[in-house]
């Protein structure tokens, strides 16, 4: 389900060329992925996950989208790549650490057939975060989020991502104090339904350009 909320698209290009120069082999990344081969018993195709966050980056997003919040917007660009592109790449479900709220703009899906999986449990905010196998999360929605479009996702609540081609490429706007209700709550002028309810833990918000 959508929505349409006036946001500009970010400049797709500027972000790239930042995270051309960004992008490097940090160890951190693989340690992060084995932890999820490990717990999934060696049965998926795990992708790694890639965190970047840049001056240039933040002071692009105070100029373009902090001037529609009240609270610290705090961006980062996230990869998911796929290592082994012969078959699907997979990222566990888990509670994001830092973070409650996530807007996210798809720069690259990663693939067609990508999906974003919500489960009924929720991560306690200590700022640890969690990782869980399939096995121990129940399934509540599943999600496409791959056209270009933002979306509000509720990261506090267990999610993974799976059937991963090859790398996808997100621009995050996050809130670490607030929940995806109050901000539903705080913002409903900028998200106008326009008669359609938003899913339970993310709905799309479409560009106005």
């Given at each position: ?7 500009p ?25 084995q ?8 049965t998926l ?24 919040f009240?609270e ?75 056209d ?62």
């Amino acid at each position: 389900m959508s929505s349409h909320l006036n946001l500009p698209p970010p400049n797709i290009k500027y972000i790239i060329s930042i995270l051309d120069l960004l992008s490097t082999t940090n160890p951190v990344y693989e340690q992060n992925r084995q932890r999820h081969i490990a717990l999934a018993n060696n049965t998926l195709n795990i992708a790694r996950c890639e965190y970047y966050f840049h001056r240039s980056i933040d002071l692009y997003t105070k100029s373009v989208y902090q001037p529609f919040f009240d609270e610290p917007v705090i961006p980062l660009v996230i990869k998911l790549v796929n290592t082994d592109t012969s078959k699907p790449g997979f990222y566990l479900p888990h509670a994001d650490q830092k973070r409650l709220t996530s807007l996210n703009f798809y720069i690259e899906p990663g693939g067609p057939n990508v999906t974003t999986s919500f489960y009924e449990e929720e991560g306690l905010f200590d700022r640890k975060g969690f990782v869980k196998p399939y096995e121990e999360v129940t399934l509540k929605s599943r999600e496409n989020f791959n056209d270009q479009a933002w979306y509000l996702l509720d990261v506090n609540r267990y999610h993974s991502v799976e059937n991963i081609e090859n790398t996808r490429i997100v621009f995050a706007l996050s809130f670490e104090h607030l929940s995806m209700t109050d901000f539903q709550e705080k913002y409903k002028h900028l998200v106008a339904t326009a008669g359609l309810e938003p899913a339970t833990h993310g709905f799309s918000i479409r560009c106005s350009t």
